[in-house]
């Protein structure tokens, strides 16, 4: 089976597969924080995130949808959408986790993925908690806050570039 390493911190490692993406840990502490995500998964059931496909306890494991490349400068819906279309998908994905309760908490472009079907999606749920609780340094706004962030700072790099292409 090949296996891509695409990302991962200290302790973690996160491989593409032909079976979907899977996390590795490394570490028992990593572990612990991995075995976090798949409630969160679960509850959203894909809906603007990757379906939950299971788990291996004793390689220490976790598998889930692949929705293909993450947000960046170079892979992004933004300019293939327009703003206001992207703008809508964004409201989406917080409506969709306010339904659910859910903090997503990391909403930054590598965390972010986008599919023509499936509209934009939320990767890492590994900081992710219920609404209501607190985490330090998160707030009710934190999502939004950092959701728009991403989206004024694409917008302003892709516009950016495209206007200096065209001069
Ligand atoms: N379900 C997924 N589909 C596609 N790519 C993913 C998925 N989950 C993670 N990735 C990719 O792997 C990278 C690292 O995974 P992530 O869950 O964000 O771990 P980390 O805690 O190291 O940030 C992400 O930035 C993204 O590029
Ligand atoms: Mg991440």
């Given at each position: ?71 960046s400068i170079d892979s992004n ?91």
């Amino acid at each position: 089976m090949t296996m891509e390493a695409i990302g991962g911190h200290e302790g973690m490692v996160v491989y593409r597969t032909p079976e979907g993406i899977r996390k590795v840990a490394i570490t028992d502490e990593a572990w612990r924080d991995l075995l976090r995500e798949p409630q969160w998964l679960a509850a959203m059931g894909g809906d603007h995130a990757p379906r939950y496909l299971g788990h291996d306890n004793s390689e220490r494991w976790t598998l889930q949808e692949d929705l293909g490349h993450a947000l960046s400068i170079d892979s992004n819906p933004v300019m293939a959408l327009g703003a206001a279309t992207f703008f809508d998908q964004c409201v989406d994905l917080l409506t969709a986790l306010r339904r659910a309760g859910i903090y997503h908490g990391d909403l930054t472009p590598p965390n972010l993925a986008w599919t023509e079907h499936r509209g934009l999606c939320a990767l890492d749920w590994q900081e992710s908690t219920l609404m209501g609780s607190s985490l330090p340094g998160k707030r009710d706004t934190t999502d939004a806050w950092q959701l728009l962030d991403t989206y004024m700072g694409l917008m302003g790099g892709c516009g950016a570039f495209k206007l200096a292409g065209e001069r």
